[in-house]
């Protein structure tokens, strides 16, 4: 005895089951593409405003992050300047700033699923031929 009817059902719930986790990986490969974009500009930002500071250059680095990562709606964005040590602006030293976003997968109405850290470190050289106090 055959069942009629079963095989197209069959076959929808066997393509639902292939093609939602591929749905998935392409909604949420923009958001993680913008992220990136995002703390590469973010990074190569502060350390160029950490290099440019007179005064104190990981707090003027890490304050040139936050209008950014306020345009873009990001909330929680991690500076991390010269590796977590003072930066010390000599000639022909480097200042390091990394930036951490938290990307989520997937956002529903319901809150984000799952996430993933988006980090860029950017390093920028003190100019050689600036005068510094």
Known sequence: MTQKGAAPLEFALGMGLLVLPALIVVLAFSPWLEARTFVRAA?????RAA??????????????????ATAR????V????????PCVLRRGAYVT????VHVPLVTTPWGDVGGVPVTALHAEPVDVYRSLP
């Open 73 to 76: 709606g990001y909330e929680a």
């Open 51 to 68: 290099v440019l500071a007179h005064d104190d250059p990981t707090a003027i680095g890490s304050a040139a992050v936050q209008p950014m």
């Open 97 to 100: 700033a990394e930036v951490t």
């Open 78 to 85: 991690e500076v991390v300047m010269c590796g977590g040590s």
């Open 43 to 47: 990074a190569a930002e502060a350390a």
